[in-house]
Nanobody, 123 residues
Framework: QEQLLESGGGSVQTGGSLRLSCEAS????????TGWFRQSPGSEREGVAA???????WYAVPVEGRFTISQDNAKKTVYLQMNSLKPEDTAMYYC?????????????????WGQGTQVSVST
């Protein structure tokens, strides 16, 4: 059974940067679609960015131009580089995997989820 393991979260000040990693294990090949989602207390889980196995990317409007999703298929790892962080980026960040990139920023499209990594941005 595939497992997803996120890492790289932490606490930074406004304007800082973090790089999240999502490593997949237990599968024979890279995932067709991997997405990053986030959820803060009292809010619904929202899509942040997604990437297909072929390298096509999608971004939510609030993070466009600040976040970059990338992948190393050989390592079965997807990264989320987050720059110019804002307090409203504070959330638990999750990576998820799907067999197809259909509505890639919609959480219901994903079957496998990691445990999450916390990102906190202070003023």
């Amino acid at each position: 059974q595939e497992q997803l393991l996120e890492s790289g979260g932490g606490s930074v000040q406004t304007g800082g940067s973090l790089r999240l990693s999502c490593e997949a294990s237990g599968s024979k090949s890279p995932n067709i679609c991997t997405g990053w989602f986030r959820q803060s207390p009292g809010s619904e889980r929202e899509g942040v960015a997604a990437i297909s196995w072929a390298g096509v990317t999608w971004y939510a409007v609030p993070v466009e131009g600040r976040f970059t999703i990338s992948q190393d298929n050989a390592k079965k790892t997807v990264y989320l580089q987050m720059n110019s962080l804002k307090p409203e980026d504070t959330a638990m960040y999750y990576c998820a995997a799907a067999d197809i990139c259909r509505q890639p920023l919609t959480s219901a499209r994903y079957a496998s989820w990691g445990q999450g990594t916390q990102v906190s941005v202070s003023t």
